[in-house]
């Protein structure tokens, strides 16, 4: 039996960098960059005006002048234009180019305009640039804007729209197959005799795929047949990049999944983890394809947690998302007196910015309904038994 930090290492050496695609940027809402976004010309791209009002030439306000003949009157969306004579202006709008020969603006509210004479009427105070946003002031063309590994938001969008990457390069959503394995289990509309169960793992997975931006996903019932497990496993293998089983790994006499993975050429890197909930935990890579197969133990709360701790970083992974570490302190003491890691449930508190994790141990691994209310589980480690109030412990929101 490994150790959770083994059988994580395992599972992440194990990674391969999913194909890249092209994606109109439009489409890429929650999809991975696989690019990095560089500006293509300076931020901004000229010396824009930030107030509607008037241009002028600073030197002519060093000479004390307060009023200015009007040249002209610009608007944003026309080439640039020049100042003919110092002591004139150009009436302006924001976003404009600042004309040639000017420095500063004056907005609108310190200014009367009469006879196509604008008079400062109001105090101000002008520097070179005043109310003027400056050319490459914000980033110059060929900055780095976004790194890849990024997952696409509203805020990126923008970026990507403003320097004109019209298809950008993604990570290409890898098709995954999760797979139930149990003749007690029934589908949630079916009706249900007394000693069947309704599938719940599948959906609870699948959400969690979800969530966290993999949705090319479908679900699968297999029963506790050894025959058609191999068929069909043997045919999923072929159509899926990703494979997440669960049930029947543990060494009941009909937990047939290891042996037909063995069976259909999936090298099995480990069969059992030092861990609670999740021992029999199980994963190998199909040798011909390097596809990975991960078989999770039935229990719902071990199909919850195992699939958090190690698909999701496993996936994240594989489009070089970065892993973000939590950490919280324990609200209370803990003792655990086996020697296994223990993925805990926890209600997370926000107390002055510190993160307290108020334990919500289940009654076992088959009591999914403690977990309504919980935020995530934190990791103890094996080695200790004892958990004093305080401890820092890591936290692994859901
Ligand atoms: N002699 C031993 N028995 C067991 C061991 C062991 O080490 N020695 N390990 C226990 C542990 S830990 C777990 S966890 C379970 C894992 O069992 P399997 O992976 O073989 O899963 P099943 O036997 O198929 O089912 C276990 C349990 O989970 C329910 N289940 C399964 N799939 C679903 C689903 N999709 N939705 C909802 N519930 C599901 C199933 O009905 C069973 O009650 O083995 C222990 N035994
Ligand atoms: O995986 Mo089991 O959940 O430890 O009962
Ligand atoms: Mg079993």
Redesign the pocket.
């Known amino acids: 039996m490994i150790s959770v930090k083994e059988a994580f290492e395992t599972i992440i050496a194990q990674v391969n960098e999913f194909p890249k695609e092209l994606c109109v940027f439009d489409k890429s809402y929650g999809r991975v960059l696989a690019e990095d976004i560089v500006a293509d010309r300076d931020l901004p791209p000229f010396h824009r005006v930030a107030m509607d009002g008037i241009a002028i030439a600073l030197s002519a306000w060093h000479k004390g002048q307060k009023s200015f003949v009007i040249e002209g009157t610009q608007g944003a969306g026309s080439p640039c234009v020049s100042l003919q004579n110092s002591e004139g202006c150009w009436e302006i709008m924001t976003g404009a180019v600042l004309p040639t020969g000017c420095d500063c603006v004056i907005p609108v509210e310190y200014l009367k305009i009469e006879n196509n004479i604008a008079h400062v009427v109001e105090e101000i105070q002008l520097q070179e640039m005043t109310n003027v946003h400056q050319q490459a002031s914000d980033y110059k063309s060929g900055s780095k804007l976004i790194s890849e590994g990024q997952r696409i938001e509203a805020h990126h969008i923008s970026v990507i729209a403003s320097v004109g990457k019209y298809e950008v390069e993604v990570y290409r959503i890898p098709r995954i197959a999760i797979i ?3 003749d ?2 029934v589908a949630v509309d079916a009706q249900v005799a007394p000693y069947q ?6 959906y609870a997975i699948e959400s969690g795929l979800h969530k966290h931006g993999f949705d090319q996903t479908m679900i699968f019932h297999l029963k ?1 047949d050894k025959e058609q497990l191999h068929n069909k496993l043997r045919d999923i293998l072929q159509d899926f990049d990703v494979l997440i089983l ?7 006499k009909y ?1 047939y ?1 290891p042996e037909v993975l063995d069976s259909l050429g999936v090298e099995l890197k480990f069969r059992r983890v030092q861990q609670r ?4 935990l199980t994963f190998g890579v199909h040798t011909t394809t390097n596809k990975p197969v991960f078989a ?5 709360v ?2 919850i947690t195992n699939f958090r701790h190690y698909v999701v970083p496993y996936l994240n992974k594989c489009c070089s998302l970065p892993q973000r570490p939590s950490f919280a302190v324990l609200k209370s003491d803990f003792n655990f007196r086996k020697n296994l890691t223990y993925f805990l449930p926890v209600k997370i508190e926000n107390i002055q910015g510190q993160l307290v994790a108020d334990p919500c141990p289940t009654a076992g ?2 009591d999914y309904a403690s977990l309504i209310g919980t935020h995530g589980y934190v990791k103890l480690d094996a080695n200790t038994n004892y958990f004093a109030k305080q401890t820092l412990v890591p936290f692994y929101p859901w």
């Open positions: 139930a394995t149990g007690e289990l169960i309704r599938m719940s793992n599948t506790d669960s049930g029947g790994v543990s060494k009941g937990d999944v909930p999740g021992k029999p999770i133990p039935g229990n719902p071990t199909a691994s088959g």
